[in-house]
């Protein structure tokens, strides 16, 4: 991607995006009387607004400061019950007196059109409700630190701070046309095993049956096998059959949401597949090559194209080898605020692991310790390994 960066930021265009034009008093209330449950640890607070499920916790000792959180990319819609205990990411802030709100939004996928007014008509619901927060920070993991990232640059007034997760913060257009990419090269090496990719079924479904067949199809060509772990980033052969099986079920939904397919391949050059050139002459000249619907990909560069323009604190937590969102990505997104002039306001750590978001409940909390202390003490956290 790396594309065109939005800096159209006027009252029209947030207006045509479906920001504005909306009436607080309709909308920022729940549709239905919403469910309250008191526990020894404080109150949660279930219900419904506009289609979307939320969750507002409370601690009973509440500091009178809200984090608003956005959960990441879900196939299925998001419910919220109120018995259910916070997640790892969420239940740190919430034990450090944090009041935590969560939208489940009204779109499953990649849902930032949907997730980011509908969490805010949620943290204006919150401040009527329960008084207006001293501090606000925003947090979240995956495709929910993309809506972190998202949320700083768009709206940054309401906001002390971010903790971005794992987030997929590079351009969306960046890593879904890298992903639309492998999915081809895979169809050049296993031809027939999945639907068509132009247009991808709207009904796909991502089954274990299916992951168990790229498996095996994966098992039976090693040297297949092994240009594609290359070529992906990934270490295993069940990595690559999960993720190229999820970026099949992910163009599905760029394609419903974007009314078309978004994403080319015609300038794209394969490289990595082997430590042999011939091997990536022979993948570049068999696969087969794709053009974008240019309204499409329009779609899918507004939601999002990052502007670098972070005016607030932002720290971001990896872990070091993630098969779903590489670290890398977090390097880019760095490069764009640097860039934009704000490089000062963001900070980058990571943690000794492997895999997507398996940061824990103990590091997520030390790395909003940071935080916190950069916000109350003007002491920005030290880039690199979290202690």
């Known amino acids: 991607m790396r594309p065109v960066v939005l800096l159209l930021l006027s009252g029209l265009w947030l207006a045509n995006a479906g920001y504005a034009q909306r009436n607080p008093e309709t909308e920022d209330s729940p549709s239905t009387p919403p469910r309250i449950l008191k526990t020894a640890s404080g109150t949660v607070e279930t219900g419904s607004m506009k289609d979307a499920d939320y969750r507002i916790d409370v601690p ?13 990319y879900s196939e299925k819609p998001f419910h919220y019950r ?20 969560q939208s489940g939004y009204s779109q499953i996928g990649w849902a930032l059109q949907a997730g980011y007014p509908e969490t805010e008509r949620l943290r204006k619901y919150f401040s009527k409700k329960y008084g207006q927060p001293k501090e606000t920070f925003v947090a979240g993991g995956s495709m929910g630190g993309a809506l972190t990232m998202m949320t700083m640059e768009l709206n940054p007034k309401p906001y002390t701070a971010a903790l971005d997760l794992c987030g997929a913060v590079e351009p969306t257009y960046e890593f879904a046309q ?11 090496y296993f031809p027939g095993i999945f639907p068509p990719l132009v247009p991808t079924p709207p009904d796909f479904q991502e089954t274990d049956a299916l992951k168990q067949k790229v498996l095996a ?3 039976s060509k090693p040297a297949a096998a092994a240009a594609l772990r290359e070529m992906m980033f990934e270490h295993t052969d069940i990595q690559v059959a999960n993720m190229v099986t999820y970026i099949t079920w992910q163009m599905a939904d760029f394609q419903k949401k974007a009314g078309g397919n978004p994403f080319d391949n015609r300038n794209y050059i394969y490289t990595r597949s082997s430590d042999d050139s011939h091997t990536d002459y022979a993948l570049n000249d068999g696969v087969r090559r794709y053009a974008a ?6 779609w899918v560069v507004t939601w999002y194209t990052p502007t670098g323009k972070l005016t ?11 098969p779903l969102i590489p670290a890398n990505a977090m390097t880019l997104y760095g490069r764009m605020v640097e860039e934009a002039g704000f490089g000062s306001n963001y900070v980058q750590k990571y943690v000794h692991r492997e895999g997507h978001c398996t940061m824990s409940a103990d590091e997520v909390g030390r790395a909003f310790d940071e935080l916190l202390v950069w916000v109350h003490q003007k002491k920005a956290p030290q880039a690199g390994l979290l202690r």
Do not use: C
Request: glycine fraction near 4%.
């Open 60 to 72: 009973t000792n509440w500091n009178h400061s809200l984090v608003v959180f956005y959960h990441g």
């Open 82 to 101: 109120a018995e259910s205990q916070l997640h790892d990411q969420a239940r740190p802030m919430f034990q450090r007196g944090f009041a935590i709100v």
């Open 178 to 188: 890298r992903r639309f990419a492998w999915r081809a090269a895979f169809d050049y």
């Open 217 to 219: 199809a994966l098992r």
């Open 293 to 298: 619907d240019d309204k499409a990909r329009k």
């Open 312 to 322: 607030k604190p932002m720290l971001a937590l990896h872990t070091v080898f993630d």
